[in-house]
């Protein structure tokens, strides 16, 4: 774009403009068995008000979105859901939604501490086992973000 029109490929920046473009990337993030492209690009970007941002404390350069692949959080999100993460909020903070690399996979999945230091990761869908990460092997876990917004159609 830089080199044909002089411009960004990028959305726009401006503070004064009332939304705030948030990238929509082409990787899905896998609530299944899991899948990951390294080299992901942006599809295209989605517009939130920047009100609505700054009200939730997320500022528009630390999040991206993702598309659901798979439907072991069904019921919660759906195969083709678009979710939203916060990649400043790459440690578990407690129990939530979030989207984790592991063995060089991106998934949805409920991340949730226990006692003993491991994390249990949990599927929404009951169909699909509970995995424990023991705490030995916490550095394995990869926390990209956690999802602060999902959306998908209601047909």
Known sequence: MWLAFGTSASAPADEDD???????YDARCSAGSGSWNERSRVLVHLSFTRYSLRKKGLTPSELACLRVDGDSMLG???DGDTVMIDQRRNTLEGEGVYVVMLDDHLYAKR?????DGSV???SHNKEYKE????RDRLAELQIIGRVVWAGGWMV
């Not at 991340?111 to 006692?115: A, E, G, K, P, Y």
């Open 76 to 78: 919660l999100l759906d």
């Open 18 to 24: 009332p939304y705030a473009y948030i990238p929509l």
């Open 131 to 134: 995995l424990t990460v023991p």
């Open 111 to 115: 991340l949730q501490r226990q006692f």
């Open 120 to 122: 249990l990761i949990i």
